[in-house]
């Protein structure tokens, strides 16, 4: 029995890559508040900044990668897919993405994805993989990285730390995530490109 995630978006395949269709993302950080103060994610701060439009949040993208992936990978995807990413350009509300992904050979459990406005230009470029077993594109960018000088946002930090112990944490599906993420994944849901009923319900 074939694995249906239950998506209704139109796939093209050609060249051995599988493609979405055009998608305008949508923004829900515009009330996001941190410091006492809005977001870039907010249009007047955006503007303040001398960008031309609030900046759609990263992860709202790899929404458009899912149904690609599940026609590759099926449920696995679902199970233990990975997702390494790097952006190369902002998208703001009402420009069109659309997303590609190579298909990997027969028993591959790693592909390269990326993402281009309407005019060819690169959103992002990433792995997406069955577990993380092979060299993702953030293994291989940081391998080429120089150690810093001085750490300041993430001063403290070290690559590899971990907790004293595994925190299990409970995320209900209308609860507020509070001023950094004014919306709950209820929320989400209604607003995403791609929808699944493996999003939906219990």
């Given at each position: 029995?074939?694995?249906?995630?239950?998506?209704?978006?139109?796939?093209?395949?050609?060249?051995?890559?599988?493609?979405?269709?055009?998608?305008?993302?949508?923004?829900?950080?515009?009330d996001q508040e941190y410091g006492g103060h809005s977001s870039i994610h907010d249009g007047d701060?955006?503007?303040?900044?001398?960008?031309?439009?609030?900046?759609?949040?990263?992860?709202?993208?790899?929404?458009?990668?899912?149904?690609?992936?599940?026609?590759?990978?099926?449920?696995?995807?679902?199970?233990?897919?990975?997702?390494?990413?790097?952006?190369?350009?902002?998208?703001?509300?009402?420009?069109?993405?659309?997303?590609?992904?190579?298909?990997?050979?027969?028993?591959?459990?790693?592909?390269?994805?990326?993402?281009?406005?309407?005019?060819?230009?690169?959103?992002?470029?990433?792995?997406?993989?069955?577990?993380?077993?092979?060299?993702?594109?953030?293994?291989?960018?940081?391998?080429?990285?120089?150690?810093?000088?001085?750490?300041?946002?993430?001063?403290?930090?070290?690559?590899?730390?971990?907790?004293?112990?595994?925190?299990?944490?409970?995320?209900?599906?209308?609860?507020?995530?509070?001023?950094?993420?004014?919306?709950s994944l209820a929320d989400k849901i209604t607003k995403i490109t791609e929808s699944s009923p493996?999003?939906?319900?219990?």
């Amino acid at each position: 029995m074939t694995f249906d995630a239950g998506f209704d978006t139109p796939l093209s395949n050609e060249d051995d890559v599988v493609s979405g269709p055009f998608r305008r993302p949508l923004q829900m950080l515009h009330d996001q508040e941190y410091g006492g103060h809005s977001s870039i994610h907010d249009g007047d701060m955006a503007a303040e900044l001398g960008f031309t439009g609030a900046p759609i949040v990263g992860p709202t993208h790899f929404n458009q990668f899912v149904p690609l992936l599940a026609e590759i990978w099926g449920q696995e995807w679902f199970e233990r897919g990975c997702f390494s990413s790097h952006y190369q350009n902002m998208v703001v509300e009402g420009e069109e993405v659309r997303a590609f992904v190579a298909i990997p050979a027969k028993g591959a459990t790693i592909t390269r994805a990326w993402a281009e406005k309407v005019d060819g230009t690169p959103v992002l470029e990433a792995t997406a993989s069955l577990g993380a077993t092979d060299p993702t594109i953030l293994d291989e960018r940081r391998a080429k990285l120089r150690p810093p000088e001085q750490l300041m946002i993430l001063e403290g930090i070290a690559v590899g730390m971990t907790g004293r112990a595994d925190e299990p944490v409970e995320m209900g599906a209308h609860q507020n995530m509070g001023a950094l993420y004014p919306f709950s994944l209820a929320d989400k849901i209604t607003k995403i490109t791609e929808s699944s009923p493996w999003y939906a319900g219990e």
